[in-house]
């Protein structure tokens, strides 16, 4: 069964480096969503791409986050400059098209530690 | 944007047990409501889904509820087993928007033997 693909599984940097996290959706998905997961919360959404196109990152910072999707398959999120408070879980997910109610499949997640 | 809130936090039950978990959501035209476990250290995996036209959904021993009216959808695990322990996540679609869901805070299940 196809998955969702990311990298690392983990990261510990220290505030004020740059890190970027690596997904691959599951092929021949057009919808790509990047999540943030605070320990004890639930997913929360920071940016969506239709194919390469971003449609909605009104909750991304993006005085310090960016993401990327140039040829409308894997995609990059960056962090410059990293904060302590951006430890967190980020998770990737994929689904065949951003219809209503089509199935978002989740990535293993990358877990953040900034220090 | 829609608001989900999510009861209880955690929850305990002995293994055989029936488990109940309500959420409900803010936005009245909101209309796919699933429901994801995750495991620890796992990816969240989607367990079953309800559409607003739809009042009850179930697969084997888990099932989903909908009150449209007032605004509320419930996830149901009877016989409980061990493995059936991790965190339930509910969410809701955002109305307006081709497929953003809001998330509730999640509900720690822990099956007791």
């Known amino acids: 069964e196809a998955e969702v693909a990311q990298s690392p599984r983990y990261k510990i940097t220290e505030k004020s480096q740059a890190v970027a996290f690596w997904c691959d959706p599951i092929s021949g998905h057009a919808t790509l969503y990047w999540y943030r997961q605070i320990l004890g919360q639930g997913p929360e959404l920071l940016v969506q791409f239709q194919d390469e196109s971003v449609v909605d990152d009104s909750q991304l910072p993006k005085d310090r986050f960016s993401a990327e999707r140039l040829k409308g398959v894997d995609s990059t999120l960056k962090i410059q400059p990293a904060e302590l408070g951006d430890s967190a879980m980020y998770l990737c997910?994929?689904?065949?098209?951003?219809?209503?109610?089509?199935?978002?499949?989740f990535g293993p997640g990358t877990r953040l530690t900034v220090l | 944007g829609e608001n989900v809130e999510q009861h209880p936090s955690t929850l305990s039950v002995q293994e055989g047990d029936s488990a109940v978990i309500k959420c409900t959501y803010s936005d009245s035209a909101s209309n796919y409501f699933p429901w994801y476990k995750q495991e620890l250290g796992k990816r969240p995996q989607l367990i079953i889904d309800i559409r607003s036209n739809v009042g009850e959904k179930k697969d084997q021993r888990i099932a989903v509820t909908l009150n449209k009216t007032a605004k509320h959808f419930s996830l149901h695990i009877t016989e409980t087993q061990p493995e059936d322990s991790a965190v339930y996540f509910c969410a809701a679609l955002e109305s307006g928007t081709a497929s953003k869901l809001t998330f509730g805070t999640g509900t720690r299940l822990q099956v007791t033997l």
């Open positions: 997910a994929s689904s065949l098209v951003a219809g209503a109610g089509d199935t978002q499949y």
